[in-house]
């Protein structure tokens, strides 16, 4: 009831806005001005790739459209953990609460940018789907700029998929998969062919990731396994005024409350699942470490969770080292991951932010995300599912593989990241060229340009990866 509440009440706002607009209210961009775009998503909960993701974006879409033609405005739902992001944009506050914000913010802006990755699916929470859906079609109701950028579409509640459909087909939704594609030209979205925008990011240099792991105690010897695990069964997060009240008054549901009215999903069959993923992932890592000598660390990539982590530590004896987005900011975390020389993980950024590093790595997966990620690398071999029933041998098989065939994981690698290096600059193309179609006398770049011109500036690491295999 409660989704069903606040998707009606962003639809009302979505068609206010549009006969405001019919009406004579704001007014559209003009030659001269600064485009003014917001930039939406899930930002401030120290997720380190929802964070990763808009740093790259803003600092493309800022290269390719020239940063004294632009003003970037971009979401935080927490200003202490987005401070030092995002630089050269304002941030606005994203309250859990959200249609009147949208009402209020979306019309300050001349488009609306989506920087979420998980944009269009209901696995997650069909909140933040009915917030992105609610940023476009606003953006869209008033001819202004939609764009969603390496965002991704799955399954969703059927109201969810009709808000999509009524309210996004005047977008531009520039996914990261074929699959996205399909789940969205199905509901008559137009769509261009992207990918994920985090391969990009420059971390704090590899001597901070180095530290880190020698103050937990690494020997600067040993190989460093880092292990990313999740709790891929609590999704998706659903708001409860029951749950809510109860929860205040006599402490209810307090293991499954996430924020305000939001509650993970909860029960035995969900601690169960949780418990037999965590014991499958402790065995293996265990039985790896009997056969090789190997430092094991344990990375919580979104403050979520760092329960996981803390949970297969302890099965492991508690001595494990525990890094968590709680404590490090994203410019450092991907600087640890960049540090390991193995890696397993259920974090989909876990893997593609260390990818360009060449960190062998395998996935356990909860959804399709991870999946077409191995698939395009060629490490189908690598990959389990949350739920396998013979997650552990499975995982230790994977880990043996990792440690004797690095080389020919990290060159399929390599070639994954360049070739999404060139797809990434193509997006920049598209998004150009959407400018130029709602914004004809916007001043774009004239001439021929490269492919490496529609990216932003690349490290040396990045450049030797592209010399090497483009």
Not at 344 to 373: K, Q, Y
Not at 421 to 434: H, I, P, S
């Amino acid at each position: 009831m409660m989704d069903f509440i606040l998707e009606a009440w962003v639809s009302a706002a979505i068609e206010r806005a549009k006969a405001s607009w019919v009406l004579g209210a704001g007014k559209p961009w003009q030659p001269g001005e600064k485009l003014k775009l917001l930039f939406a998503g899930y930002n401030g909960t120290r997720n380190t790739g929802s964070d990763v993701r808009p740093e790259e974006t803003l600092r493309q879409l800022r290269h390719i459209l020239g940063a004294d033609n632009v003003e970037f405005t971009a979401m935080s739902q927490n200003f202490d953990l987005t401070r030092g992001y995002f630089a050269g944009a304002e941030q606005v506050h994203l309250p859990d609460v959200f249609p009147p914000f949208l009402s209020r913010e979306v019309p300050k802006h001349h488009g609306v940018v989506v920087v979420e990755g998980s944009a269009f699916k209901s696995k997650f929470a069909n909140a933040l789907t009915t917030m992105i859906i609610g940023s476009l079609g606003m953006a869209a109701a008033q001819n202004k700029l939609a764009v969603g950028y390496g965002s991704e579409a799955g399954q969703m509640d059927p109201l969810v998929a009709r808000m999509c459909a009524r309210y996004c087909k005047s977008s531009l939704i520039i996914t990261r998969n074929e699959e996205s594609r399909t789940v969205l030209r199905g509901l008559g979205v137009p769509t261009e062919l992207g990918t994920d925008t985090a391969w990009t990011f420059e971390p704090l240099p590899p001597e901070y990731g180095r530290k880190a792991l020698t103050d937990a105690g690494w020997d600067g010897k040993l190989p460093v396994l880092i292990v990313c695990p999740i709790n891929p069964f609590w999704w998706p997060v659903k708001p409860s005024l029951v749950k809510y009240a109860a929860c205040a008054a006599t402490g209810a549901y307090r293991d499954s409350h996430y924020r305000t009215v939001y509650f993970h999903k909860s029960g035995h069959d969900v601690d169960a699942a949780f418990e037999r993923y965590l014991t499958a992932i402790a065995r293996a890592v265990e039985g790896f470490r009997q056969r090789r000598r190997v430092f094991t660390v344990l990375v919580a990539t979104e403050a979520l969770d760092a329960r996981a982590c803390r949970g297969i530590s302890e099965k492991l004896g508690g001595e494990l080292p525990v890094f968590t987005s709680e404590e490090r900011d994203m410019y450092q975390m991907v600087s640890i991951l960049r540090a390991g020389h193995m890696m397993v993980s259920s974090r989909f950024h876990g893997i593609v932010t260390s990818m360009p590093a060449l960190v062998p790595s395998a996935g356990i997966t909860m959804d399709e995300r991870i999946r077409n990620l191995m698939r395009e690398r060629g490490h189908l071999d690598l990959l389990m599912n949350v739920d396998d029933l013979d997650l552990e041998p499975k995982l230790l098989a994977a880990l043996d593989k990792l440690a004797t065939e690095g080389e020919r994981i990290a060159d399929g690698m390599a070639r994954t990241v360049v070739k999404n290096l060139k797809v990434m600059a193509r997006m920049g193309v598209y998004f150009e060229e959407e400018v130029q179609r709602r914004y004809p006398e916007f001043p774009t770049r004239k001439g021929e340009w490269s492919w490496e011109d529609y990216l932003s500036p690349m490290n040396s690491s990045l450049q030797r990866l592209v010399a090497a295999y483009s």
